[in-house]
């Protein structure tokens, strides 16, 4: 079997790491990237899995296409439904459309990580739907030595809960659209004290004009790393919060790794009011909105989310949905 995917980037490896434990084969192959060696040697072998399928939907269309007309199966990940339901545009429209044909004619076995109740379009874009892989899978392209910079944000971040101070965090691929502005802009509405004290901390791979942006912020309740950060760093930073930050803007309104990490640790949550982690965290995972008062520094239309006795069960049967479906697609079941 080969498990496929653009690069070995972000959450994708561990995706696919997840994804081999329920290959029919004792040793499947992970290959990465686009290109003609890569299309032929996906169209020849006997089975595939074609992980993040959404962000490379023409060439995942063309190995479907060209396996189906030899008889084979296609099995394929969608891990962003934004991309195909929750987006406007002709884009959007013209990827939805190619992912309905590619249902219809059976060209792709394609699984969603989104619920077809939060999303019920997507049901006519794709075959079956499990939980985000990131409630179970590992993140092994993160798995190195701390740097001298992450062990001084660790400390940092425990200097914060020595002195009493709740933290708020967000961490990972802080690109365009993933709120860091409003991360930034609560940021600095806090350091007013009247508001509460609270510190902030953030890390991962961003523009450098945020160093620039958050230049005039205390280094006392503020700061900044703006590079990627290892798996160590991740889970510490993680255990020291005492918010996670993901409150994401309408045009990223899907799931979150962070959201997923600060689930499997007990964490609150900030999300926007009425977003994809709002209803998924009131309706499947069982979170509780937080009722009292909003910390004033906190986005308009935001919402925290407190972990509750429910979050175990919801982690077992994550663990027994995802085990299910992905037998079946890996061809296990």
């Not at 709120?179 to 508001?195: C, K, N, Q, S, Y």
Request: charged content about 20%.
């Amino acid at each position: 079997m080969i498990l496929f995917d653009l690069a070995p980037t972000g959450h994708r490896p561990g995706y696919l790491h997840h994804l081999a434990e329920f290959s029919c084969d004792q040793d499947p192959v992970i290959l990465y990237g686009k290109g003609g060696c890569h299309w032929w040697r996906l169209i020849r072998a006997r089975r595939v899995f074609l992980s993040s399928c959404d962000h490379y939907p023409l060439f995942a269309f063309s190995i479907g296409l060209a396996r189906r007309l030899a008889g084979k199966r296609t099995a394929a990940l969608c891990i962003a439904a934004e991309h195909l339901v929750f987006s406007r545009g002709l884009t959007a429209g013209l990827k939805g459309l190619l992912f309905r044909l590619a249902k219809k004619w059976r060209i792709l076995h394609t699984c969603a990580i989104t619920p077809f109740d939060l999303a019920p379009a997507l049901a006519k874009r794709c075959v079956t739907w499990t939980y985000d892989l990131q409630f179970r899978a590992g993140n092994p392209s993160r798995s190195e030595y701390p740097s001298t910079a992450e062990k001084s944000l660790q400390q940092w971040a425990a200097n914060q809960a020595a002195v009493g101070r709740p933290l708020v965090v967000l961490l990972g691929n802080l690109g365009s659209g993933r709120g860091l502005d409003d991360f930034i802009g609560a940021a600095r509405h806090a350091m007013d004290e009247t508001t509460g004290g609270w510190s902030f901390l953030v890390a991962g791979q961003m523009d450098p004009k945020w160093i620039r942006e958050t230049s005039d912020l205390p280094s006392g309740r503020f700061a900044l790393l703006p590079e990627r950060i290892t798996e160590a760093t991740f889970d510490a930073l993680i255990a020291a919060a005492d918010l996670i930050w993901c409150h994401f803007p309408p045009a990223y309104d899907q799931n979150s790794g962070l959201f997923c990490n600060a689930i499997k640790s007990l964490k609150p949550v900030l999300v926007r009011t009425g977003s994809y982690l709002h209803r998924f965290g009131t309706t499947h995972v069982g979170l509780e909105e937080r009722n009292l008062s909003l910390p004033l520094f906190l986005p308009r239309k935001s919402v925290i989310l407190d972990p509750s006795d429910a979050v175990p069960r919801f982690l077992q049967g994550c663990a027994d949905r995802n085990s299910s479906v992905l037998r079946s697609l890996c061809g296990r079941a």
